[in-house]
């Protein structure tokens, strides 16, 4: 509703913003906020905690809106069915002075689902709230406060200090009985120090927090690895100690997993039939793992706790479907089932996001850890953690349906994920593979015409990685739309392409390579220069990243370690022979290498070349070595090779 005030800061009856938006407003606008299409003025929030440790929460903001695109602002509360939203209110000063008030018509209730998420949802009782404040012209303030009953079991505050808006002042306050300890860290920001403003009733304050703008940064990690938070345990994680409070949520996990595994009798029947001809360790767990993999199907179904609690094993295996916990929770007891020990690995699949300085759950998925027995050294067995205790962990991702027992999704490689294992549970290291574990081989043979125009076909293998995309890609998409997206992708390096034809193979094993054969059509391919043509070697796929000069302030991500070796043979049209070619190109860092090479023999252009990338991240001090490759990528698959009459 529309109130007649003109002041802000009024403190009669017709001022509608209570106290503390009132100061709230008065901040100004940084002068460091650049093109942002908000500013953060306030947001605080005060975590007052119960002596069984359930904690009420409430939250306030205020939000300057300074660009046209954020006029439809909102705020948010997300609960679900053990939490209790209290109360949940807004305002608006308008940049006129005017004061609003929201509605009850103004807010609205909608699930996970309707967030444009794509992963297949059958049940999720985890819902937001949310209110589109009035009159969120280009000027105006915004101000939300609400107060929420959190779950029972929910004894951590996750507080984001840093988003892709800028923040002018925000804090945090945690109110605990007497008696009831609390625990802080850090990710990506140096520790503040709290002040007790009562007994057991800390605050931390935060002002002048930059965006976190990653537009102009090339391979970069996910924000959420970059953005700076601060994570609060109080109860039973609240220890002393980085690997004691890991172990504490590892164990806390454990508890509540409690059983969940255990196999049923027809779950016991199955996998001991399915290992029935296995001879060794590894078949057996192919026969388990591509029995999961092939048979049951992803579906979230959430309900309070269930965000982290699977449902029971045999439950899943009667339905044949569940999501990424209950695909672990179905492994373990399978694998129990015909004696081999696993156990749950929360982690989160955007590498640097679990950070081994900063404990908490903070986290989206959930894998295996496989133990392996004394005396197995297969090398098929290739992402393998090993414990504190010197025990050896084969690390399996059961949700990824294309990737085959041994191997990792490059996504997990290098992270970090909360090894839940009783009193044994820690933070494990997760894997990196040596690059023969991924990469394509890829083999062209074509044709140049004395008018530039080139035909020819172009055979692939994929590996690892490469491959385990690729089956995702086939599973999604039918013909038309894999031909459509071919042609997009192969057209970046050759304009105007035709796929004449295109074929995927796929094995029926996860471990055998998919194959990949196409045919293409390609007008001006060469360019003439007077007598000469001019043709270049590199014929398609570009490996080169763009790579500035500026000052780096953030990791490089190379995404995956791989071996990725290309051969392409390029007939002459008659009457040509070959006049220059490019020089070769050989470039080796620690973490990567680059070959290639272009040579002519008869009426044959011929160029080859192998990248290999030993690393999948690297410190920003390593950003001039990598521009030195970089560049020379670029220039190699950019150099031309020049053709001339006889």
Not at 140 to 158: G, I
Not at 601 to 617: A, F, I, P, T
Request: charged share 25%; aromatic share 10%; net charge negative.
């Amino acid at each position: 509703m529309l109130f007649g005030s003109n002041s802000a800061a009024g403190k009669d009856k017709d001022n509608l913003l209570p106290e503390w938006a009132v100061d709230a407003a008065k901040t100004p606008t940084p002068a460091g906020v650049k093109d942002a299409p908000t500013v953060i003025l306030f947001r605080e929030y005060l975590e007052a905690v119960d002596a069984q440790g359930r904690a009420v929460e409430r939250k306030r903001q205020a939000i300057r809106i300074l660009q046209p695109q954020a006029r439809d602002q909102v705020c948010a509360v997300w609960y679900d069915v053990d939490e209790k939203i209290n109360y949940f209110k807004a305002w608006t000063l308008g940049a006129d002075g005017r004061q609003y008030q929201a509605k009850d018509t103004d807010f609205f209730d909608h699930g996970a689902g309707e967030e444009g998420i794509v992963t297949p949802i059958l049940l999720d009782t985890h819902k937001a709230r949310v209110v589109h404040p009035p009159a969120t012209d280009v000027g105006a303030t915004v101000f939300c406060e609400s107060e929420e009953l959190r779950a029972p079991w929910d004894h951590e505050m996750d507080w984001e200090i840093q988003e892709r808006v800028p923040f002018a002042l925000e804090a945090l306050e945690i109110d605990l009985p007497p008696g009831l300890n609390f625990s802080e860290s850090w990710h990506r920001f140096p520790p503040v120090k709290p002040v007790e403003v009562a007994p057991n009733h800390w605050r931390w304050e935060i002002k002048d927090m930059p965006a976190l703008d990653l537009r102009d940064v090339k391979a970069s990690l996910e924000p959420e690895a970059l953005d700076a938070r601060m994570y609060v345990e109080w109860g039973d994680a609240a220890v002393a100690g980085v690997e004691s409070e890991w172990h504490a949520l590892g164990l806390w996990y454990t508890n509540i997993e409690s059983h969940r595994a255990d196999p049923s009798p027809e779950i016991t029947a199955e996998s001991q039939q399915l290992v029935a001809g296995a001879t060794d360790f590894f078949t057996k767990l192919t026969d388990i793992t591509e029995y999961i993999q092939k048979n049951v199907r992803y579906f979230v179904v959430e309900r309070g706790i269930g965000g982290f609690q699977s449902h029971f094993a045999g439950d899943i295996f009667r339905n044949r479907y569940g999501d990424c916990k209950d695909k672990t929770t179905l492994l373990i007891s399978m694998l129990q089932a015909v004696g081999i020990q696993a156990d749950y690995v929360l982690v989160d699949d955007r590498r640097g996001v679990v950070d081994p300085e900063a404990p908490s759950l903070y986290g989206n998925h959930m894998i295996t850890a496989i133990e392996i027995p004394d005396g197995v050294n297969d090398p098929r067995l290739m992402a393998i953690a090993t414990g504190k205790n010197g025990k050896r962990y084969l690390i399996f991702d059961p949700t990824n349906e294309h990737t085959p027992v041994g191997n990792l999704p490059y996504y997990l490689q290098g992270s970090y994920g909360i090894l839940s294992a009783g009193v044994e549970s820690q933070l494990i290291p997760l894997p990196v593979l040596a690059p023969d574990s991924n990469g394509t081989d890829e083999k062209g043979t074509f044709a140049l015409s004395a008018d530039g125009s080139l035909t020819g076909s172009v055979d692939t293998l994929h590996t690892g990685s490469e491959g385990a995309d690729f089956r995702w890609m086939l599973k999604y998409t039918d013909d038309k739309e894999r031909l459509k997206f071919w042609e997009k992708y192969i057209g970046q390096d050759l304009p105007d392409v035709t796929l004449t034809s295109f074929q995927f193979v796929q094995a029926t094993s996860l471990a055998k390579p998919l194959e990949f054969h196409y045919k293409v059509s390609v007008p001006n391919y060469a360019h003439q220069a007077g007598p000469l043509l001019l043709v270049r070697p590199r014929v398609v796929d570009d490996l080169a990243i763009p790579f500035d000069d500026k000052p780096r302030q953030v990791p490089i991500d190379l995404t995956a370690t791989g071996d990725w070796r290309d051969s392409f043979d390029i007939t002459l049209p008659p009457g040509y022979v070959v006049d220059e070619t490019p020089d070769p190109v050989n470039v080796d860092m620690d973490f990567a290498s680059y070959h290639s090479s272009t040579t002519a023999k008869g009426n044959v252009l011929h160029y080859e070349r192998e990248y290999v990338v030993r690393q999948v991240e690297l410190p920003p001090e390593k950003a001039a070595d990598f521009r030195k490759l970089e560049n020379a990528i670029l220039f190699d698959e950019k150099s031309a090779a020049v053709l001339k009459k006889q």
